[in-house]
Protein backbone atom coordinates (compact mmCIF):
# COMPACT_ATOMS: atom_id res chain seq x y z
CA UNK A 1 0.00 0.00 0.00
CA UNK A 2 1.69 3.10 -0.95
CA UNK A 3 2.05 6.34 1.77
CA UNK A 4 -0.98 8.55 1.50
CA UNK A 5 -0.28 11.72 -0.08
CA UNK A 6 -0.50 14.82 1.67
CA UNK A 7 -2.56 17.57 0.48
CA UNK A 8 -2.26 21.35 1.35
CA UNK A 9 -5.49 23.50 1.50
CA UNK A 10 -4.63 27.13 0.46
CA UNK A 11 -6.03 29.05 2.99
CA UNK A 12 -8.65 31.53 2.70
CA UNK A 13 -8.31 35.55 2.55
CA UNK A 14 -8.19 35.35 7.16
CA UNK A 15 -6.32 32.65 6.71
CA UNK A 16 -3.67 33.99 4.08
CA UNK A 17 -3.28 37.42 6.30
CA UNK A 18 -2.32 35.09 9.40
CA UNK A 19 0.05 32.47 7.74
CA UNK A 20 1.90 35.94 6.01
CA UNK A 21 1.60 37.26 9.75
CA UNK A 22 3.05 33.70 11.16
CA UNK A 23 5.50 33.42 9.03
CA UNK A 24 7.18 36.97 9.05
CA UNK A 25 7.15 36.78 13.15
CA UNK A 26 9.41 33.21 13.18
CA UNK A 27 11.76 35.46 10.42
CA UNK A 28 11.48 38.14 12.80
CA UNK A 29 12.65 35.97 16.07
CA UNK A 30 15.41 34.42 14.16
CA UNK A 31 16.62 37.81 13.09
CA UNK A 32 16.48 38.61 16.76
CA UNK A 33 18.70 35.79 17.55
CA UNK A 34 21.01 36.50 15.42
CA UNK A 35 21.62 40.14 16.40
CA UNK A 36 21.91 38.80 19.92
CA UNK A 37 23.99 36.13 18.86
CA UNK A 38 26.34 38.78 17.48
CA UNK A 39 26.05 40.52 20.07
CA UNK A 40 26.86 38.17 22.61
CA UNK A 41 29.92 37.47 20.07
CA UNK A 42 30.79 40.86 20.15
CA UNK A 43 33.58 41.32 23.11
CA UNK A 44 35.21 37.96 21.29
CA UNK A 45 35.75 39.48 17.56
CA UNK A 46 37.39 42.85 19.41
CA UNK A 47 39.69 41.08 21.23
CA UNK A 48 40.75 38.68 18.01
CA UNK A 49 41.13 42.05 16.63
CA UNK A 50 43.37 43.23 19.39
CA UNK A 51 45.37 40.04 18.44
CA UNK A 52 45.19 39.61 14.83
CA UNK A 53 46.40 43.31 14.44
CA UNK A 54 49.64 42.71 16.29
CA UNK A 55 50.14 39.14 15.36
CA UNK A 56 50.66 40.98 11.15
CA UNK A 57 52.23 43.99 12.33
CA UNK A 58 54.94 41.20 14.52
CA UNK A 59 54.90 39.23 11.05
CA UNK A 60 56.60 42.34 9.34
CA UNK A 61 58.44 43.45 11.90
CA UNK A 62 60.03 40.33 11.94
CA UNK A 63 61.83 41.24 8.45
CA UNK A 64 62.84 44.80 9.36
CA UNK A 65 65.52 46.70 11.32
CA UNK A 66 63.25 48.71 13.75
CA UNK A 67 64.42 50.49 17.13
CA UNK A 68 61.42 52.04 18.11
CA UNK A 69 63.20 55.61 17.47
CA UNK A 70 63.50 55.34 13.51
CA UNK A 71 60.93 53.90 10.75
CA UNK A 72 61.32 50.11 10.17
CA UNK A 73 63.82 49.23 7.33
CA UNK A 74 62.96 46.14 5.26
CA UNK A 75 65.69 43.77 5.91
CA UNK A 76 64.52 40.33 4.64
CA UNK A 77 65.14 37.37 6.32
CA UNK A 78 68.56 39.06 8.37
CA UNK A 79 66.99 38.76 11.38
CA UNK A 80 65.90 34.65 11.60
CA UNK A 81 69.78 34.19 10.07
CA UNK A 82 70.86 35.48 12.91
CA UNK A 83 69.27 33.35 15.71
CA UNK A 84 71.82 30.46 14.04
CA UNK A 85 74.87 33.35 15.02
CA UNK A 86 73.58 33.96 17.94
CA UNK A 87 75.34 32.14 20.80
CA UNK A 88 72.85 33.20 23.53
CA UNK A 89 70.22 31.41 21.41
CA UNK A 90 71.44 28.05 22.04
CA UNK A 91 71.90 28.49 25.73
CA UNK A 92 68.51 30.18 25.84
CA UNK A 93 67.21 26.98 24.06
CA UNK A 94 68.92 24.48 25.89
CA UNK A 95 67.42 26.68 29.56
CA UNK A 96 63.97 26.32 28.08
CA UNK A 97 64.21 22.43 27.16
CA UNK A 98 65.84 21.56 30.33
CA UNK A 99 63.45 23.26 32.36
CA UNK A 100 60.36 21.91 29.93
CA UNK A 101 62.16 18.09 30.08
CA UNK A 102 62.09 18.23 34.03
CA UNK A 103 59.32 20.34 35.22
CA UNK A 104 56.06 18.88 32.90
CA UNK A 105 56.80 15.31 33.15
CA UNK A 106 57.75 15.62 37.39
CA UNK A 107 54.65 17.91 37.77
CA UNK A 108 52.40 15.52 36.26
CA UNK A 109 53.29 12.74 38.27
CA UNK A 110 52.83 14.61 41.73
CA UNK A 111 49.30 15.49 40.06
CA UNK A 112 48.41 12.41 39.11
CA UNK A 113 50.01 10.87 42.38
CA UNK A 114 47.80 13.27 45.11
CA UNK A 115 44.62 12.79 42.71
CA UNK A 116 45.08 9.30 43.15
CA UNK A 117 45.48 9.60 46.85
CA UNK A 118 42.39 11.77 46.97
CA UNK A 119 40.16 9.60 44.79
CA UNK A 120 40.37 7.36 47.46
CA UNK A 121 37.79 8.54 49.56
CA UNK A 122 39.61 11.46 51.56
CA UNK A 123 37.28 13.28 54.67
CA UNK A 124 37.52 16.35 53.78
CA UNK A 125 38.50 16.17 50.22
CA UNK A 126 37.13 19.53 49.37
CA UNK A 127 39.44 20.98 51.67
CA UNK A 128 42.18 19.39 50.74
CA UNK A 129 41.26 19.94 46.78
CA UNK A 130 41.79 23.95 47.77
CA UNK A 131 44.76 23.34 49.66
CA UNK A 132 46.20 21.47 46.63
CA UNK A 133 44.67 23.78 43.92
CA UNK A 134 45.93 27.10 45.60
CA UNK A 135 49.75 27.22 44.74
CA UNK A 136 48.40 26.57 40.98
CA UNK A 137 46.34 30.30 41.13
CA UNK A 138 49.32 32.19 42.39
CA UNK A 139 52.65 29.84 41.53
CA UNK A 140 53.19 32.12 38.91
CA UNK A 141 52.87 35.33 40.73
CA UNK A 142 55.54 38.04 41.74
CA UNK A 143 55.04 38.09 44.73
CA UNK A 144 55.12 34.37 44.94
CA UNK A 145 58.61 34.29 43.10
CA UNK A 146 60.12 36.60 45.21
CA UNK A 147 59.02 34.62 48.14
CA UNK A 148 60.60 31.44 46.84
CA UNK A 149 63.99 33.64 46.03
CA UNK A 150 63.85 34.77 49.90
CA UNK A 151 62.97 30.73 50.94
CA UNK A 152 66.08 29.36 48.76
CA UNK A 153 68.41 32.05 49.56
CA UNK A 154 71.95 31.30 51.13
CA UNK A 155 70.51 32.54 54.58
CA UNK A 156 67.43 31.58 53.76
CA UNK A 157 64.65 29.30 55.29
CA UNK A 158 65.51 26.22 53.08
CA UNK A 159 69.74 26.30 53.98
CA UNK A 160 68.62 26.74 57.90
CA UNK A 161 66.88 23.84 58.35
CA UNK A 162 69.00 22.13 56.56
CA UNK A 163 71.67 23.55 58.62
CA UNK A 164 69.77 22.63 61.51
CA UNK A 165 70.03 18.76 60.62
CA UNK A 166 73.78 19.07 60.05
CA UNK A 167 73.43 19.65 56.59
CA UNK A 168 75.05 22.49 54.82
CA UNK A 169 72.64 24.70 51.62
CA UNK A 170 74.01 25.17 48.64
CA UNK A 171 73.46 28.60 46.87
CA UNK A 172 70.18 27.91 45.26
CA UNK A 173 69.99 31.16 44.07
CA UNK A 174 73.77 32.52 43.07
CA UNK A 175 75.30 28.60 42.24
CA UNK A 176 74.26 27.85 38.33
CA UNK A 177 74.38 24.42 38.92
CA UNK A 178 70.98 24.84 41.23
CA UNK A 179 69.69 27.90 40.02
CA UNK A 180 67.61 26.23 37.77
CA UNK A 181 66.94 23.44 39.95
CA UNK A 182 64.95 25.97 42.29
CA UNK A 183 62.87 27.40 39.26
CA UNK A 184 61.77 23.51 38.95
CA UNK A 185 60.65 23.14 42.21
CA UNK A 186 58.44 26.09 42.27
CA UNK A 187 57.06 24.97 38.84
CA UNK A 188 56.30 20.93 40.55
CA UNK A 189 54.88 23.11 43.80
CA UNK A 190 51.87 24.75 41.56
CA UNK A 191 50.44 21.37 40.18
CA UNK A 192 47.11 21.73 41.68
CA UNK A 193 45.68 22.73 38.73
CA UNK A 194 46.65 19.63 36.84
CA UNK A 195 45.71 17.42 40.13
CA UNK A 196 42.47 18.63 39.86
CA UNK A 197 41.91 17.72 36.09
CA UNK A 198 43.33 14.26 36.96
CA UNK A 199 40.85 14.01 39.90
CA UNK A 200 37.72 14.95 37.74
CA UNK A 201 39.28 12.27 35.40
CA UNK A 202 39.54 9.61 37.90
CA UNK A 203 36.00 10.34 38.98
CA UNK A 204 34.51 9.19 35.18
CA UNK A 205 35.75 5.81 35.44
CA UNK A 206 33.60 3.68 36.84
CA UNK A 207 33.94 1.37 40.00
CA UNK A 208 32.98 -1.60 38.23
CA UNK A 209 36.10 -1.99 36.13
CA UNK A 210 37.85 -2.36 39.40
CA UNK A 211 35.44 -4.65 41.19
CA UNK A 212 36.15 -7.33 37.99
CA UNK A 213 39.58 -7.18 37.64
CA UNK A 214 39.65 -7.83 41.54
CA UNK A 215 38.03 -10.36 41.40
CA UNK A 216 39.94 -12.09 38.58
CA UNK A 217 42.97 -11.30 40.49
CA UNK A 218 44.30 -8.59 39.05
CA UNK A 219 46.98 -6.75 41.65
CA UNK A 220 46.39 -2.81 42.08
CA UNK A 221 49.72 -2.26 40.19
CA UNK A 222 47.58 -4.14 37.63
CA UNK A 223 44.83 -2.49 37.59
CA UNK A 224 46.35 1.20 37.59
CA UNK A 225 48.56 0.11 34.50
CA UNK A 226 45.03 -1.68 32.44
CA UNK A 227 42.14 0.54 33.49
CA UNK A 228 43.64 3.89 35.11
CA UNK A 229 46.26 4.50 32.49
CA UNK A 230 44.37 3.94 29.30
CA UNK A 231 40.91 5.29 30.36
CA UNK A 232 42.94 8.46 31.74
CA UNK A 233 44.62 8.94 28.29
CA UNK A 234 42.67 11.77 27.36
CA UNK A 235 43.07 13.29 30.75
CA UNK A 236 47.24 12.96 30.43
CA UNK A 237 47.25 14.06 26.89
CA UNK A 238 45.40 17.48 27.89
CA UNK A 239 47.41 17.85 30.72
CA UNK A 240 50.68 17.20 28.82
CA UNK A 241 49.86 19.99 26.14
CA UNK A 242 48.96 22.44 28.67
CA UNK A 243 52.00 21.68 30.47
CA UNK A 244 54.29 21.92 27.17
CA UNK A 245 52.85 25.47 26.01
CA UNK A 246 53.65 27.08 29.09
CA UNK A 247 56.93 25.58 30.28
CA UNK A 248 58.45 26.65 26.42
CA UNK A 249 56.82 30.19 26.96
CA UNK A 250 57.89 30.56 30.79
CA UNK A 251 59.00 34.14 31.70
CA UNK A 252 58.04 35.50 34.91
CA UNK A 253 59.74 33.31 37.38
CA UNK A 254 63.09 33.76 35.42
CA UNK A 255 62.43 37.19 35.29
CA UNK A 256 61.64 37.78 38.76
CA UNK A 257 64.30 35.07 39.85
CA UNK A 258 67.67 36.51 38.19
CA UNK A 259 66.35 40.09 38.02
CA UNK A 260 65.98 40.36 34.62
CA UNK A 261 69.30 39.37 33.99
CA UNK A 262 69.05 35.55 33.15
CA UNK A 263 71.72 34.68 35.79
CA UNK A 264 73.75 33.65 37.69
CA UNK A 265 75.74 33.13 34.92
CA UNK A 266 72.76 32.72 32.28
CA UNK A 267 71.42 29.58 33.70
CA UNK A 268 68.27 30.99 34.14
CA UNK A 269 67.77 32.09 30.45
CA UNK A 270 64.70 31.70 28.94
CA UNK A 271 63.95 32.01 25.69
CA UNK A 272 61.35 34.40 26.49
CA UNK A 273 63.40 36.66 28.87
CA UNK A 274 66.53 36.82 26.35
CA UNK A 275 63.08 38.04 23.59
CA UNK A 276 62.28 40.52 26.33
CA UNK A 277 65.79 41.93 26.90
CA UNK A 278 66.46 42.10 22.78
CA UNK A 279 63.25 43.60 22.17
CA UNK A 280 62.65 46.22 25.53
CA UNK A 281 66.22 46.58 26.88
CA UNK A 282 68.09 46.48 23.37
CA UNK A 283 65.02 47.99 21.64
CA UNK A 284 66.06 45.30 18.57
CA UNK A 285 62.18 45.02 18.08
CA UNK A 286 62.80 43.19 14.42
CA UNK A 287 65.04 40.36 15.63
CA UNK A 288 62.63 40.27 18.85
CA UNK A 289 59.95 39.79 16.82
CA UNK A 290 61.72 37.19 14.85
CA UNK A 291 62.70 35.20 17.87
CA UNK A 292 58.95 35.22 18.66
CA UNK A 293 57.80 34.07 15.42
CA UNK A 294 60.41 31.20 15.38
CA UNK A 295 58.76 30.27 18.88
CA UNK A 296 55.35 29.89 17.94
CA UNK A 297 56.52 27.74 14.79
CA UNK A 298 58.38 25.67 17.89
CA UNK A 299 54.94 25.88 20.22
CA UNK A 300 52.84 24.83 17.05
CA UNK A 301 55.39 21.72 15.83
CA UNK A 302 55.18 20.65 19.67
CA UNK A 303 51.68 20.29 19.46
CA UNK A 304 50.58 19.27 16.51
CA UNK A 305 53.40 15.87 16.92
CA UNK A 306 51.66 15.50 20.05
CA UNK A 307 48.36 15.42 18.15
CA UNK A 308 49.50 13.09 15.55
CA UNK A 309 51.19 11.13 18.14
CA UNK A 310 48.06 10.82 20.52
CA UNK A 311 46.33 8.04 18.25
CA UNK A 312 49.10 5.86 19.45
CA UNK A 313 48.63 5.70 22.98
CA UNK A 314 45.31 7.99 23.81
CA UNK A 315 42.14 5.80 24.85
CA UNK A 316 38.64 6.86 24.48
CA UNK A 317 36.03 4.84 25.54
CA UNK A 318 33.75 5.56 22.31
Given at each position: ???P??????????????????????R???LD???????????????????????G?????A?????????????????????????????????????????????????L???????R????LP????V?????L????????M???????????????????????????????????TL??????G????????????R??????????????????????S??L??????????????????????T???V????S????????F?????????????D????S???????V??????????F???Y??????
Open positions: MSATEVRVRPDGQGLVREVKRRHGKRRRDSRSAYLFLLPWIIGTLFTVIPFVSLWLFTDYNLLQNPKFVGIQNFTRLFQDPKIATATSVTLSYTLFAVPIGMAAAGVALLLNGVRGIYRSFYLPSIGGSVAVVLWRALFGYDGVINKVLGAVGLQGPGWVTDPNWALVVTLSIWFGGSMVIFLAGLQIPRSYYEAAAIDGASPVRQFRITPLLSPVIFFNLVLGLIGSLQVFQGYFSGGGGPADSTLYNLYLYQQGFQRFMGYAAMAWVMFVIAVFTAINFASKWVFYDD
